[in-house]
């Protein structure tokens, strides 16, 4: 399984020593967000991790190989290049069979990170169940019922149906923190009428649940949702009605199957001007600060 791992020497000496390292995923760069903010943002992740002191290992597919960490070079190619495609976990046999190049989405993420060794994972927002079609359900979720890892969101993406999401997270045990919030943030929204089950407020609550979820031996993961910060946070009554218009267009458009999330994303962001997308960046970036400061504490206590 390893020949078809490829670690950058940095994340590979930080799993060497037991130091802390941080996985990241990287469809919000190749299919998230547009260039050059897509690039920007990828290196601006890597980087609030340097500073926590934690290695990023930003995961993609490269050439036919399952790479944890990048160079430079590997994130410009992956921001720019037109050839790259998005790879959910059912995909890997086929990108890496076909030595081509591809982000990675959450679920895919999530199976690489766990091989690799990796345990805590930031992201923007998690794929779930999608509006109006309760049978279209994200691998992430699936991935996340099965995979030891935790994972730092600013909850589901609002384009999605929230409460549902909720469910299957219930139905498959995994467990929902709330990070400094009693409900469920909804992506560019910081606040919902979502309640959830339980919310802490300091790292070390996390790190004692998730050393417990470990010891237990559960097969799922536990997930972190860390709301967008309140300057960036869109209220809903403006996105909503945006979210609303993009979906139609999508079903009058016939779009289906992993080109309606990005679909989505972008028209919400040209209907919003752009300010979706940098809430998009903000939120991501607060997840992994929160993912780092919890990869140092696992790391050091
Ligand atoms: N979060 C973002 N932008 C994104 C995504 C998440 O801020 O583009 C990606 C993630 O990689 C996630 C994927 O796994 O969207 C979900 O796609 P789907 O709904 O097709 O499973
Ligand atoms: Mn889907």
Redesign the pocket.
């Known amino acids: 399984m390893q020949n078809y791992f490829d670690y950058s020497p940095e994340v590979r000496d930080a799993l060497d020593d037991n130091k802390p390292v941080l996985a990241l ?4 760069i190749t ?3 547009p260039y050059p903010q897509n690039l920007e943002t990828g290196l601006a992740l890597e980087q609030i991790a340097r500073e926590y002191k934690v290695t990023p290992a930003t995961i993609a597919i490269m050439n036919g190989k399952i790479k944890i960490g990048l160079s430079t070079q590997e994130l410009e190619f992956l921001a720019q290049d037109k050839s790259v495609v ?1 790879a ?1 976990k059912r995909d890997l046999p086929v990108v890496l069979s076909q030595k081509i190049s591809a ?7 999530l199976f690489c990170a766990a091989a690799a060794g990796i345990r805590v994972f930031s ?6 169940v ?1 509006r109006g079609d309760a049978q ?1 359900i ?3 979720l699936i991935e996340l019922a099965n995979t030891p890892v935790a994972v730092v ?2 909850g589901a ?1 609002a384009i ?1 149906d929230l409460p549902r999401t909720l469910e299957f997270l219930e139905t498959y045990s995994v467990p929902v923190v709330g990070f400094r919030t009693d409900t469920l943030p909804a ?1 560019y929204t910081e606040k919902t009428n979502y309640k959830l089950p339980i919310r802490v407020d300091d790292i070390p609550t996390l790190v004692a649940m998730l050393k417990i979820l470990w010891q237990l031996h559960f097969n799922s993961g536990m997930l972190i949702a860390n709301p967008i910060p309140t300057i960036d946070s869109i209220p809903t009554e403006i996105i909503e009605p945006v979210i609303a218009a993009a979906i139609k267009e999508a079903n009058e458009k016939g779009i289906t ?6 679909f989505l ?1 972008s028209e919400v962001a040209y209907a919003t001007e752009g300010k979706s997308q940098q809430a ?1 960046i903000s ?2 970036k607060n997840n992994v600060r929160v993912g780092a400061e919890l990869a140092y504490h696992l790391a050091h206590h």
Do not use: Y
């Open positions: 995923e990287s469809t919000v299919h998230g967000l998005k959910s982000g990675t989405t959450v679920a895919a993420t992201t923007g927002g998690i794929g779930g999608h279209d994200s691998a992430d969101c600013a993406k999605l992506f199957g992993k080109d309606i999330t990005p994303l998009n939120l991501i």
